[in-house]
């Protein structure tokens, strides 16, 4: 028999008597704050105030103190001419071209490199970009992820950019692995996992691998085209945007709600940080130095053998016509296979020769980013993904590619830059 | 199985559906009616499970056509589970709603909304004895920052319903009750 | 919160929120342009373009936090968007100076800056949120008497 209407109110009176209680807590200052954060009118600012922080700590830790303040000196003033005194053989020896200076025509004649970014050496280019660049990007890069995350800032952040990211189809988690690609696609990826459906992980891999580029070649491209990076951070968030719009409406399966957990928010412990910074840091080393100088050695080769300006006069065409950039660009892409940074880097010597227009400039380094993962990623994405969404991973990013490169030399015919 | 969100007007029913469920959604018109609800689906261990954001209810006695929308989809969902979001600053008038649901033996979970409200106006809440009085989860939420939600979510398979008999004995007995 | 306090309070934040919301806009031509310098008052877009217009976007919202905390300034929520508009005057500013920094530690010939390069870095002129930064310091005091 169902209550009556005084009953139920006189339980609900007994229950809220033995739990309900009203002491003397009010807000504090803190949870006004904290509050303040997470509103979408007042939280958007701040979120664009907490990025705003987060980049430019970036910039100036990795780019103008440690690379632009000591790294360049150290390698161009120091490492190189060293090993250019040191190192066996010379100009014209093979080994010596692939390990420290290849060297480049100028006026006729074949002439020493005076930096580490045209060198092309194993142990001259090889080693400045990880050590030089990118180690100092990435360090700067998880310092501040890590107190993000352990603030409990992350996660609000998710929640505030749900709604908007639910118009392509993605949801506020994707915050997390999208941050953490912007430091190096590896963990990125690794990120996707939480993701519910096959759906998700497919549409959120292919467009961390394709539009995001991650923190060794951010640093790079800082140092070459600090200029460009606003043009270049928008136009990959374009594509970003888009394709993900687009592979939400053809790629089936659904994508539901990847619910986070918010902790309440802390003051990060310097013993946490200084953990997760150690751990982050080291594994990308690990990853990434084979890779780069694996990179440059196979770059190298292909210069000593010939089979580059074969490449070149294969592909040029294909670059000229339809993407609008240089024959030349062919070292970097075949170097991109193996690192982006690397690529970013190769790319550097080149614009240090000259033979490349500023625009020229923009759409390689926009190419570079979107025409194929890294190997170490492309490896991971191998493993995480079955052999069908493997196919629809390459047939997307070959479209991509094609289609927002082409897209980009038009937009610059049609401005008449290109 | 379904997932019903009730609740009273403006205590958050919205802002839970839309974190709760994936991009695709669904508005749609109560055939026969001016009253439209929002229809989506989330992710239940490994299944699919509708979630219906239900229009908002004072009570199970329906005084316009919002409400008798609202009865009417919880009598058509039998096999649902009901997530009772309730206003936690203004606790006793959501739980008027919340022991109709269990009453009518619907699995159910109750959620604390506005906790960050009753926060700030001194109001604290025992959680974890209401959890034993009810006999139901009880989970305090913040829905626009997403505190809570995690909790929530995982404790929606151990809803079970519950006799209010049951409740009226943990809450201190029938005649203490009436007497009070 | 006593009473005197509250009113200094309102009318400082309420100058401050003007001010700060005159230097975004400032900024926000700026960033179009080609920047100004203005006795020690600087806001040259030159040195880092990408970040003068979200700087001048920040520094709106935070004007906009300010006077939209004037109302009843002694209540905790009104209190906090003035903490939070000082905070991402902070935080704008905090880099700022990290800028300065960064580029005052190496030298131009030697490994390490000499002190005359080193103190030359700080020298005026200042950009808008340096200036910003030291009078929403006031609010320190008002955090402190909060707690
Ligand atoms: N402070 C606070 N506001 C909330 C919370 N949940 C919802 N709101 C706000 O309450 C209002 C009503 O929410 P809504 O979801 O439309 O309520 P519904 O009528 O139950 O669907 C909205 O302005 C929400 O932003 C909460 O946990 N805390
Ligand atoms: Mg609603």
């Given at each position: 028999m169902p209550l009556s209407v005084d009953a139920r109110w006189d339980l609900i009176d007994k229950i809220s008597k033995q739990t309900v209680e009203f002491g003397a807590r009010k807000h504090t200052l803190k949870d006004a704050i904290a509050e303040l954060t997470v509103k979408p009118l007042t939280g958007i600012p701040v979120a664009i105030a907490v990025i705003y922080g987060f980049w430019s700590f970036f910039c100036d830790f990795a780019g103008t103190l440690f690379t632009d303040g000591f790294m360049v000196r150290l390698f161009d003033e120091h490492w190189l001419p060293w090993l250019q005194s040191v190192f066996p053989g010379g100009l014209k020896n093979p080994f010596y071209a692939l390990m420290v200076d290849a060297g480049h025509i100028e006026g006729g004649v074949l002439v020493a490199s005076d930096n580490c970014f045209e060198a092309f050496g194993v142990l001259t280019?090889?080693?400045?970009?990880?050590?030089?660049?990118?180690?100092?990007?990435?360090?700067a890069f998880y310092l501040m992820f890590a107190?993000?995350?352990?603030?409990?800032?992350?996660?609000?952040?998710?929640?505030?950019?749900?709604?908007?990211?639910?118009?392509?189809?993605?949801?506020?988690?994707?915050?997390?692995?999208?941050?953490?690609?912007?430091?190096?696609?590896?963990?990125?990826?690794?990120?996707?996992?939480?993701?519910?459906?096959?759906?998700?992980?497919?549409?959120?891999m292919t467009l961390l691998a394709i539009f995001v580029p991650c923190g060794a070649q951010i640093g790079i491209m800082q140092d070459l085209v600090p200029e460009m990076m606003g043009w270049i951070f928008l136009t990959l968030a374009i594509g970003y945007l888009g394709f993900g719009f687009i592979l939400?409406?053809?790629?089936?399966?659904?994508?539901?709600?990847?619910?986070?957990?918010?902790?309440?928010?802390?003051?990060?412990?310097?013993?946490n940080i200084?953990?997760?910074?150690?751990?982050?840091?080291?594994?990308?080393?690990?990853?990434?130095?084979?890779?780069?100088?694996?990179?440059?050695?196979?770059?190298?080769?292909?210069?000593?053998?010939?089979?580059?300006?074969?490449?070149?006069?294969?592909?040029?065409?294909?670059?000229?016509?339809?993407f609008g950039v240089p024959s030349e660009t062919v070292a970097p892409l075949i170097a991109g296979f193996l690192r982006k940074d690397l690529a970013v880097g190769i790319l550097g010597g080149l614009m240090e020769q000259g033979i490349m227009t500023t625009f020229q400039v923009f759409t390689s380094v926009i190419l570079l980013c979107i025409y194929f993962p890294c190997l170490a990623t492309f490896a991971l994405m191998l493993k995480e993904e079955n052999g069908k969404e493997i196919l629809g991973s390459l047939a997307s990013l070959v479209a991509m590619v094609f289609v927002y490169g082409g897209l980009i030399h038009l937009v610059g015919i049609m401005l008449g830059v290109a | 199985m379904k997932i019903l969100l009730m609740g009273h007007p403006n205590v958050g029913k919205s802002v839970f559906f839309n974190r709760l469920t994936g991009a695709k959604v669904l508005e749609s018109n109560y055939p026969g009616t001016t009253v439209?609800?929002?229809?989506?689906?989330?992710?239940?261990?490994?299944?699919?499970v509708e979630l219906?954001?239900?229009?908002?209810?004072?009570?199970?006695?329906?005084?316009?056509?919002a409400e008798e929308v609202a009865v009417k989809m919880l009598a058509e969902n039998k096999d649902s589970v009901i997530v009772c979001v309730l206003d936690a600053s203004k606790i006793e008038r959501g739980l008027y709603l919340a022991l109709e649901i269990i009453e009518k033996g619907y699995p159910a979970v109750v959620a604390l909304n506005m906790w960050d409200v009753a926060e700030d106006k001194n109001i604290r809440i025992d959680v974890e004895k209401l959890e034993r009085i009810l006999g139901v989860p009880v989970v305090p939420t913040t829905a626009i920052s997403g505190e809570g939600f995690k909790e929530l979510v995982s404790k929606i398979k151990e809803a079970a319903p519950v006799k209010i008999e049951k409740i009226i004995e943990s809450a201190g007995g029938r005649e203490s009750a009436a007497v009070s | 919160m006593k009473e005197g306090e509250e009113k200094f309070g309102q009318i400082y934040f309420a100058v401050l929120g003007v001010v700060a919301l005159a230097f975004g806009v400032a900024e926000l031509i700026a960033s179009a342009g080609e920047g100004f310098t203005w006795g020690i008052l600087d806001s040259s877009g030159a040195s880092d373009p990408m970040f003068?217009?979200?700087?001048?976007?920040?520094?709106?919202?935070?004007?906009?936090?300010?006077?939209?905390?004037?109302?009843?300034?002694?209540?905790?929520?009104?209190?906090?968007?003035?903490?939070?508009?000082?905070?991402?005057?902070?935080?704008?500013?905090?880099?700022?100076?990290?800028?300065?920094?960064?580029?005052?530690?190496?030298?131009?010939?030697?490994?390490?800056?000499?002190?005359?390069?080193?103190?030359?870095?700080?020298?005026?002129?200042?950009?808008?949120?340096?200036?910003?930064?030291?009078f929403s310091l006031v609010i320190v005091y008002y955090i402190l008497k909060e707690e």
């Open positions: 280019s090889g080693f400045f970009v990880v050590f030089g660049v990118v180690l100092w990007a990435v360090l107190i993000l995350e352990d603030a409990g800032y992350l996660p609000r952040l998710a929640v505030l950019v749900d709604t908007v990211l639910h118009k392509i189809g993605l949801h506020g988690y994707a915050i997390v692995p999208t941050f953490l690609s912007l430091g190096c696609n590896v963990p990125g990826v690794t990120a996707t996992r939480p993701l519910e459906t096959r759906k998700q992980r497919f549409m959120m939400n409406k053809i790629v089936p399966g659904k994508s539901p709600e990847l619910i986070m957990d918010v902790p309440p928010y802390q003051m990060p412990t310097l013993r200084v953990r997760k910074l150690w751990i982050r840091t080291s594994r990308f080393l690990i990853v990434a130095v084979p890779f780069v100088l694996l990179g440059s050695i196979i770059v190298g080769l292909m210069y000593l053998t010939g089979a580059m300006d074969w490449l070149a006069a294969v592909l040029g065409p294909l670059l000229m016509g339809w | 439209d609800f929002m229809k989506g689906w989330m992710r239940l261990e490994g299944e699919d219906i954001d239900v229009p908002g209810a004072f009570s199970l006695e329906p005084k316009d056509r | 003068l217009p979200w700087k001048a976007i920040i520094l709106l919202a935070a004007g906009l936090f300010y006077l939209s905390s004037v109302n009843n300034f002694a209540e905790v929520h009104q209190l906090a968007k003035a903490v939070m508009a000082s905070i991402m005057i902070w935080i704008v500013a905090g880099m700022a100076i990290w800028a300065r920094i960064a580029s005052s530690i190496p030298g131009e010939e030697t490994w390490f800056n000499n002190l005359e390069g080193f103190l030359a870095s700080y020298a005026p002129p200042y950009c808008p949120e340096m200036f910003l930064l030291l």
